[in-house]
């Protein structure tokens, strides 16, 4: 018996299409019919055969809920709904029908029942597919853009780690679940649970599926739960299944080391005596780029080829982003004075290559108005450094080649105060890698005076 | 049949080999599709609005195919140097230390290892052959440097190392393409082609990818290493020669003045802006502007790629031979291409096959002259790069098409007279440096011998999805539509390696 009413339940996703098929054609045709009113026997017949299928449909629906792992709150407005767009197209039925009895039907509006019917079955559809395919199911395929508009935006979030706490933080509370969370919950939760399995709690992961526990504690290739994560993708067991977000190498690393520890659900990671490496991954991103993490105005396209028709090199330093790439490469005949092409868009730039330019040292007080520049290159110029200090006005400013100028030693200290400096490119100029540390610079700063050599050793001319 | 017949003929006979089983049910499924929205627009054009008196909306890549474009990501670098040993050096020897190897030399080598396994040359149960180098730990790092490389031991902190690379391909044309262009079979666009396809070139005077050969032959796998595959042929790689004319034919030809040239060109482009103001061809277009920059390039090229402008102690330190074809020479131009904006610069230096069947292929001799070789210019690129502020923004990559066996070389099962090894791509070391590179890095690890890889096993797609990371691109989203579907460098695999990023 069981077997008979779980293989009814089944056919539910294919038995569904019927009233759909029925109710829309009816629809259909009750628009076509609206002014000649002849085909009306037809609808009539066609409504009732809705009737009959949706009712088939609910039975075999209802049948596959108790059959299958979905909890009521999953399927509570599908199946209401589903009652309803029955019970709407029995009563139009009798709405239309000729030799109808039921008197207090004639006086609701035909309109309004096809109105309805038509809603109802939209959304019965609709809630029946979000159970099957999940209610994301739909809108996926979207771009992230409109997504992100639409504020459906759903975009995976790993759990983050504080530099200051992550020893006292729970590994299994903070990390382990949320990841489940992020990656397993989807099927395996009160309201859908494959396999018999639900990942929401840790009485879930200890009471295990159908196939028993998921969890063998310090005993990883034994637990389930990790054999699946690391099977090849394209096996059977495999999980998550291939077609879902998989979890990341980093993930997979540390549901690893909590089992090995002992799958404990109440220790931090600081008891556990676990090393941070593991968890690289979940600390924030720090900017790794060269470029500041500053916001600013898009320039207009226009202003961008103005500018590029001036003869530089200028553009995005990526595809989104609106900060600003410029080169003289092209253009070795700038000057000082045509630093104003660069005016428009003083604010967005954040890399400026005047090497090999005829700018001299006047150029320091004009690069000042670009307040958001990070990397310089001043290289084979005949600047000398005099009133390079104004650069300190720069507070990005990361990266600052100067090789090949007549750049003086005297102007180094002014270097010290440039705060972000990171590295300061000095060779070919007229200072000399000092023998000790004369002038003191900021920890960070990484001074590269060049003059690299490799001496000529024996070996150099030996033919073996 | 005249000879205008049968270009046309030809014209037509390509057109119709790119067509497609793909294509043509794409065209089914569209066509029919258009038949009937067709019926249902009745006859209204919906393209129609999109030229105004028949001009076209152009972007500037329609009139220069090398206009540079913003990568999609925030890249590390803009430039990459591409330094290929031709032939596949010996892991064993430079870099990938393996004592236990030195004990087991001259033993039989277990059958378990050969079992399946297929080599290019040995035959048989070869004996196990010891490092027939020595090997110290260099710099902060403490990474293992051979003393073949005696120069290149100072710079080790500067790179991140891969040890333990794969590629499933045993024989050098093969596994060059793979290396290249993503696959070991012919047709597919070289990695050079894809960034400059992706990227352009800052230096609109020069080419955006450039060629230098070195070592007497070009690779096995010919010029389809630096070929554009499906991509637009103007995104191939340009072959430059540090011996004699940078690039063939780039001199104006006896008696023509330079301002004859020009005119000519002129007068050319005059013709073709006329056929573009009557078809709207964005194609004419760029023919004009490489005819321009073919101009350019005539002053252009022999500039940067003349090296007797180096002041003494850079050629010293490179040690080039000006005059010749080195890969000294070549190291140096690489550096004055980058610095001058060309996108990628490729190098193939060959001779590197040290299977022992002669003085030069022999793995104690042979190999270690082909390191002296590379030794000094390659650590004075890094330098060089170094203090001009260009390591920064660029990526040096350091390797072979594969590596070579823990085993002697007996080819045809009989014993040699020099000492040699066999192809082996199981694992093998490659190096990178740069910006956005881990100095001193490490990654991978072989086993006792040298034969597999324990852990950090990497493969030729990983190479190609770090280098393009490092680039700006995702290698997943960066594609070419071709043969009706989307095509990668990496085809379906590839992950970033990001234990070597900083």
Redesign the interface.
Known sequence: MEVIQQLIGRLHPVVVHLPIGFIITALLLQWIDRKENQLEVVIAKIFLWGFIAATIACISGYLLYIGEGYSFDTVKFHLWVGVATALFSVLMYFRIKETSQVEFLKRIPKILFSFLLLFLISITGHLGGSITHGSDYLLDPLPLSIKTALGIDKSYKMPLLEEATWEETHLYNDVIQPVLNNKCLSCHNPKKSKGDLQLHNAEGLIKGGENGDVIIPKDILNSPIYARLILPLDHEDHMPPKEKTQLSKEEIAVIKAWIETGSSFDKTIGELELQKPLFAAFFPKVN????PDVTVDAIPADTIIAIRKQGF?I???????NLIRV?C??KPTFSDVDIDLLKSAKQQIVYLDLGNTEVSDAIFEHLTKFPHLATL?L?HTVITGKNIEKLASLEHLR?L?L?HTQFKEEYLPAITSFKQLK?L?L?NTQVKQPKSQSVEFHNDLNI???????PQ?A??T??? | MNSLDRLIKEQINREIQAKTRRHFIKECVAGMGGLALGSMFMGCNPFLGNSKNGKIALTERDINPLASMPPPFPAKVKSVIYLHMAGAPSQLEMFDYKPTLHKLDGQATPQSLLEGKKFAFIRGTPKLLGPQAEFKQYGESGNWVSNFLPHFSKVVDEVAFLKAVNTDQFNHGPAQLFMHTGGPRLGRPSIGSWVTYGLGSENQNLPGFVVLTSGGKTPDAGKSVWGSGFLPSVYQGVQCRSKGDPVLYIEDPKGISRNLKKSTIDAINKINKAEFNEYADPEILARINQYEMAYRMQTAVPEVMNINDEPEYIREMYGVEPGKESFANNCLLARKLVEDGVRFVQLFDWGWDSHGTGHETSIDLGLRNKCTEIDRPMSALLLDLKQRGLLEETLVVWGGEFGRTPMLENREGQKMAYLGRDHHGDAFTMWMAGGGIKKGASWGLTDEIGFSALEGQVSVHDVHATILHLLGFDHEQFTYEFQGRPFRLTDVEGQVIHEILS
């Open positions: 790794t780029t060269n470029y090199h553009e995005p330093i990526s595809e989104t982003s080169s490469i092209n290159n290289s990266s080649n090789t590295n490119f060779f590269d005076y060049g003059n690299y050599q490799l050793i070996t150099d030996i033919t073996y």
